[in-house]
């Protein structure tokens, strides 16, 4: 059976294994982000309400959490701003309560943080996912669009004292638009802002898919790697996308790795690879080598490209520049 406000379990490139909640009727949100893969928002509001009929979404959600699926994440996602639902802390308690073995993830544009209200209902989130992509007023007027009324220094001021009271996991997204938000000057605004959050993760992404704006390009690899420099000495980073990375955990190499991981990191050391270059250097079926490269990869001791021939697997420019 379709439900019409529970989605999937999808895939996502954030998540793992997700299954999405939407609150909203399609497109209401306080931001219209030029680059939203939503498209256009066709509601642009901040008025909080019951846009969608809480007891109905409750019923789709013990339908399909009843069949136990194997999931990371229920997500509240979709076609919106999740907290413009004035009845989002209904849906949290009935999964704490009912289901308290799937965690919670609350992807947000933030700008509801503020709010004293917004913040009991979304206390028992296990992960929230706030966006930050504009370095100051400008950028936040071209990139995000925002509803009437919204003011940026405030926005800010509210999302940083929200980071460092919660007791939820915090993974900061930054949407990175070429020609607007990375220039010197944004990234050291950036890590001024984001350094007094003190989040547990900064995850950059950039244009996968077409968004609400034609002409918006994705940042390249070494664009990329010009934020995850600037932030790594105070945060972890995450890169999402064609280019991935991921700051080395603490683990030693040498404690971590054996044999064939030790030869992976070779190979790769001396040029990128792909899946199938490896199974041809090293005569490894393919399952083995995926289970392989997502571990160093967990382990921030690799990173990932696409390109027309595949992934590429190389080692961390970042890592080798120290």
């Known amino acids: 059976m379709v439900k019409k406000y529970v989605f999937g379990p999808v895939p996502s490139r954030r998540l793992g294994l997700s299954l999405g909640v939407d609150l909203v009727c399609p497109k209401t949100c306080s931001l219209n982000c030029i680059y939203c893969e939503a498209k256009e928002t066709t509601n642009l509001t901040t008025e909080r309400k019951e846009y969608v009929p809480i007891k109905e979404v409750i019923a789709e959600l013990d339908e399909v959490l009843r069949e136990k699926p194997k999931i990371d994440f229920v997500t509240f996602s979709g076609a919106g701003e999740p907290t413009l639902n004035s009845k989002i802390g209904n849906v949290v308690d009935f999964l704490k309560n009912s289901y308290p073995e799937y965690k919670i993830c609350l992807l947000t544009n933030a700008i509801g943080l503020g709010d004293p209200e917004v913040r009991r209902q979304i206390a028992d989130i296990d992960l929230i996912v706030p966006s930050l992509d504009a370095s100051n ?3 936040f007027k071209q990139i995000n669009r925002p509803a009437s009324g919204i003011d940026f220094d405030r926005f800010v001021g509210d999302m940083t004292d929200f980071c460092r009271t919660t007791k939820s996991v915090v993974n900061l ?5 070429p020609g607007i938000n990375d220039s010197d000057e944004s990234i050291a605004r950036f890590a001024k802002i984001i ?6 993760l900064v995850q950059l992404n950039t244009l996968d898919r077409p968004g609400a704006v034609d002409g918006i390009l994705p940042s390249t690899a070494e664009n990329t790697r010009r934020f995850i420099i600037a932030f790594e000495p105070f945060v ?10 991921r700051t080395p955990e603490t683990t030693t190499e040498s404690n971590l790795l054996c044999g064939t991981e030790k030869r992976i990191l070779d190979l790769i050391s001396r040029r990128p690879a792909t899946i199938l270059d490896l199974q041809t250097a ?13 571990k160093l990869f967990n382990a921030g001791l690799l990173e990932m490209q696409k390109e027309e021939r595949g992934v590429f697997y190389a080692a961390p420019h970042y890592k080798q520049s120290k």
């Open 282 to 294: 090293l005569c490894k079926p393919e399952n083995e080598l995926e289970h392989i490269l997502k």
């Open 195 to 200: 350094k007094e959050m003190q989040v547990d």
């Open 236 to 245: 972890r980073v995450e890169a999402i996308g064609h280019f991935r990375y």
């Open 137 to 139: 007023a400008q950028e």
């Open 173 to 177: 997204e930054l949407f990175i638009v």
